[in-house]
């Protein structure tokens, strides 16, 4: 498997406090990885530091191949595209202007920008709302607009924080086919989810981490055992599910 | 096609095709009518003199035309102009980068620590060997207020508290410039503090124009510099760090350009406010709100502004005793409550 995005031994310290000790991991090219684990487990910590926007005290981050830290601004902005979680828009901009930010990194010579916006806002299903300003439009639509911002980029690595996070059910399922609609094109994605069954239904991989360490990677399967979420996550859940995937249900604390 | 439709299309303009053209035509509009304003204010002054006498005396020797228009008019009509830029521009690139429709370097006490820095340098005879010294000092004080809204913005701080701290700073400069005044082995002192606190352009002088434009015109160009990693910080320091953008150095490379702005400005000037809040509110519906577009527009207007407040000083009060900061901060004031009404409703 080739992997755009390879951490290995990667440790992050806040002041006194380890966020992420010694994790290794790589997201794989045309997969769905999603990153589980408790509220401050180091998830977002982790997409951080592959976007190198806090930096590694141990370790190392390949982009591409490339080490990280010898990587220009630019490079690692046309290869990873992020998502921040709580994406917000100060101004009412025009939707189309938000999507066009995701080309910044290739400069005001862009030859392929317009076209790139217009495809990632097909994409997203937002289209039909390009001329419109941000304040005008609900919480699912502007969710699908800043997806649009980092698709715009055409990224090898799509990174997103919990992008799940606030959307109903219907936007929830539209987001997580639209990822593996990303993956199909040969896009690694990296995700953070609460949803396990999310998690479990729609990545190729999991990884679980607990207290900045990772403490469980692999296949949905594997990876989010009954014991791994008694360990990790001190639950256990109900399962069910088809053959298109299985569902995890939180069901009672342990 | 009756009022209600034209004001309606003039309130969203970048909703239409063609964005781009609007914003082209109201940035030459702007240019067009701060020259236009800059003409009128070199015409307009208590000594009558005729319009051709004094375009005769800039260029030969008219006598007292000549030293009218040559010492006084022409640089009172140019740093309008200088001030107003100066103010116009930080006002769009602080609310840009605080991401805050209410930042202005007069709300947020830059400009009050710039009077502070000038007030000192001047009362205290730090001024009087070299007058570089003066700009020098309220460029100090504009830093040192600008780096720490930085570090409070850094820190989290919300809008609501970075105005609150703002609105601190701005009251303690100007009770420091009032003691330093008080204190000031100089007979006029208290006579002009008024001058400071409120800034006027009366009795500016060739050299104030000239040492104020320098570091008005690099500040300017720092923030015109910043301009594109304003508009992706539009989307959060974290997305904007994603797409290269130097977060860091952006956020360094405007405070100083608006300390270098306001700075300088502030020195010549005193403390005109909020230009630089009314004038990038009102012309960014014009540029789609876009930050990066906005920060040049915003010079022109806010030349304008100042300019066109500072000919109304004078036809108002042809003695002299009005101060052009009274008539910015008569027209801010309001507009800054309206402001907070309407960032309440959530339609700012």
Not at chain 1, 52 to 62: D, K, P, T, Y
Not at chain 1, 90 to 98: L, N
Not at chain 1, 167 to 186: S, Y
Not at chain 2, 35 to 56: E, K, M, N, R, Y
């Amino acid at each position: 498997m080739t992997a755009p995005l390879r951490i290995s031994g990667a440790s992050v310290r806040y002041g006194a406090r380890d966020v992420l000790r010694d994790a290794s991991v790589s997201f794989g090219e045309g997969r769905v990885t999603g990153i589980v684990g408790p509220n401050g487990a180091g998830k977002t910590t982790l997409l951080r530091a592959a976007l190198g926007i806090v930096a590694v005290q141990s370790g190392s981050v390949r982009v591409m191949d490339r080490d990280l830290e010898s990587c220009s601004r630019e490079f690692v902005a046309r290869n990873v595209a992020y998502l921040p979680q709580e994406g917000s828009v100060d101004w009412p901009m025009p939707v189309r202007s938000v999507v066009a930010l995701g080309r910044m990194p290739f400069g005001v010579h862009d030859a392929g920008g317009d076209a790139a916006v217009a495809d990632a806002l097909l994409r997203c299903d937002a289209a039909q709302y390009a001329s419109r300003r941000m304040n005008e439009l609900s919480a699912g639509e502007r969710a699908r607009v800043l997806m649009a911002r980092a698709l715009a980029t055409n990224a090898k690595i799509l990174l997103a924080d919990e992008p799940a996070a606030h959307l109903d059910p219907a936007h929830q399922l539209r987001l997580m086919d639209l990822l593996r609609g990303e993956a199909a094109r040969g896009t690694a994605v990296a995700i953070t989810l609460h949803d396990l069954s999310l998690a479990s239904r729609f990545c190729d991989d999991i990884v679980v981490l607990h207290d900045g360490r990772i403490v469980g990677q692999g296949a949905p399967a594997d990876a989010l055992t009954d014991a791994a979420l008694a360990q990790v996550f001190g639950i256990a859940a109900i399962r069910g599910g088809n053959e298109a995937g299985s569902a995890i249900v939180p069901w009672s604390r342990l | 096609m009756d009022a209600k439709t034209v004001q309606l299309e003039i309130a969203d303009p970048s909703l239409s095709v063609n964005a781009i053209d609007h914003g082209a035509l109201i940035t030459i509009a702007l240019a067009s009518l701060a020259a236009v304003l800059a003409i009128a204010s070199f015409l307009i002054g208590p000594a009558h003199i005729s319009t051709s006498d004094l375009f005769g005396g800039l260029f030969e020797n008219h006598g007292t035309a000549t030293i009218i228009a040559r010492e006084l008019r022409l640089p009172r009509a140019l740093l309008a102009l200088v001030v107003g830029g100066a103010l116009g521009a930080s006002g769009a690139a602080l609310q840009g980068l605080f991401r805050n429709p209410l930042a202005d370097p007069g709300v947020t006490g830059v400009t009050s620590s710039a009077g502070l820095g000038a007030v000192i340098a001047m009362y205290f005879g730090l001024a009087t060997s070299f007058a570089i010294v003066l700009p020098a000092c309220a460029i100090a004080g504009a830093l040192a207020t600008s780096t720490i809204l930085y570090f409070l913005s850094r820190s989290g701080a919300d809008r609501t508290a970075l105005i609150l701290a703002g609105a601190a700073i701005a009251s303690l400069a100007t009770a420091m410039t009032a003691l330093a005044m008080s204190l000031a082995p100089n007979p006029y002192a208290m006579a002009e503090m008024m001058r400071w606190l409120m800034g006027s352009l009366k009795d500016c002088t060739l050299a104030d124009l000239l040492l104020a434009t320098p570091p008005v015109v690099l500040g300017v160009i720092l923030l015109m510099s910043c301009a594109r990693g304003l508009d992706a910080l539009t989307l959060g320091e974290e997305a904007a760090q994603s797409l290269g953008v130097d977060v860091h150095g952006i956020r360094r490379r405007a405070v100083i350009g608006v300390a270098l702005a306001t700075g300088a400005a502030t020195a010549a000037a005193g403390a005109v406010s909020f230009v630089g809040l009314v004038v990038p509110h009102l012309l960014r519906p014009f540029y789609a709100y876009e930050p990066a577009r906005l920060i040049f527009p915003s010079a022109l207007g806010g030349a304008a502004l100042v300019t066109a407040a500072d000919i109304a000083v004078r036809l108002i009060a042809p003695d002299g005793q009005l101060l052009v900061g009274v008539m910015t901060a008569l027209l801010g004031a309001p507009f800054f409550i309206w402001l907070i009404l309407k960032m309440r409703r959530g339609t700012a």
